[in-house]
């Protein structure tokens, strides 16, 4: 089984692994823009979430009154993908159900993602079908960490977000891996998030109504990093308070509320796929040369 692929064109190259068909490099012009996934701090670069994004109610999952055990974030990221397609500048890999998967998730279902260079960017795509003659139940995200900072040359407190709108919108928490009831007030200032350690002491900033599917992160005078994430509907920040990376996270779908023990079907944000339909997200990430502070 092909373990790794690496893809390129021009300045941008990429690194893709089988085990849940993690991005695990992304360079530009020779310079690595990921985190490199040191054990000790956080060990992983980019994991691919499936399919649930978040933790559930103890774990649980029940579909039509049977309870399954998924832990946080599902298993998509702990499974070799096979390769079914690859270029110089693109690859493929597919997922399908099997009898170790519908032990802890009840649906049969094909999910292939997608990478490839295109017009100086590293886009992703998944397309999740479903096979069945029953309705596919699913969320799905995106996990990368870039560098914080991007290069030695700017300070870590130098470095924001600035999002493609104003974000007036309230954000949630997280407690013991659910969404607490409680909104807290957006640490968003119009168009910009300043980066600084305490904003992760209560894990990660979760905005379930973004107005914005692009923002940029970097700091004045360096490099930068542009993303966007028109068909996915929530967006996670997180770091470890001190870690030297900072993870922007386009999902579909979020952790369960507290106090939220009902059918998988009933979750907050979760999609449903008819049989035989299918449904395709889009992000792309393109690195930058310098950082637009507007």
């Not at 020779?30 to 109610?57: C, K, M, S, Y």
């Not at 599917?213 to 997180?238: C, K, S, T, V, Y």
């Not at 023990?261 to 339909?277: H, M, N, Q, T, Y």
Request: proline share 9%.
């Amino acid at each position: 089984m092909t373990e790794t692929v690496t893809i390129g064109q021009g300045r941008l190259a990429a690194r893709i692994d089988a085990k849940g068909a993690q991005l695990t490099s992304l360079t530009h012009g020779g310079a690595e823009r990921l985190w490199q996934a040191d054990p000790a701090v956080w060990g992983w670069h980019a994991p691919n979430l499936f399919p649930i994004v978040g933790g559930l109610t103890g774990d649980r999952l029940l579909h039509r009154g049977r309870s399954y055990t998924l832990p946080s974030h599902g298993f998509l990221r702990h499974t070799a993908c096979t390769l079914v397609a690859s270029s110089a500048g693109a690859c493929t890999w597919r997922l399908t159900d099997s009898d170790a998967t519908r032990a802890v998730y009840p649906f049969r279902f094909v999910l292939e993602i997608d990478y490839a260079i295109e017009d100086e960017a590293l886009v992703g795509r998944f397309t999740l079908a479903n096979p069945a003659d029953e309705p596919l139940i699913a969320s799905l995200g995106i996990h990368p960490a870039f560098n914080w900072p991007l290069d030695p040359g700017h300070a870590r407190e130098d470095y924001r977000l600035i999002f493609e709108r104003e974000e007036p919108t309230p954000i949630r928490r997280v407690a013991e891996k659910l969404i607490r009831p409680e909104p807290e007030p957006t640490p968003i200032r119009g168009r910009v998030l300043a980066l600084r350690d305490d904003l992760f002491q209560n894990d990660a900033v979760i905005m379930d109504r973004p107005a914005s599917r692009a923002l940029r992160f970097g700091a004045p005078g360096g490099p930068a990093i542009e993303m966007e994430w028109h068909d996915f509907p929530h967006l996670g920040i997180w770091t470890k308070p001190g870690a030297p990376f900072l993870c922007i996270e386009p999902w579909q779908g979020h952790a369960s509320p507290q106090g939220f023990d009902g059918e998988f079907r009933d979750k907050p944000g979760v999609v449903s796929l008819d049989p035989g339909a299918q449904r395709q997200w889009r992000y792309a990430i393109r690195p930058l040369d310098t950082f637009a502070d507007a």
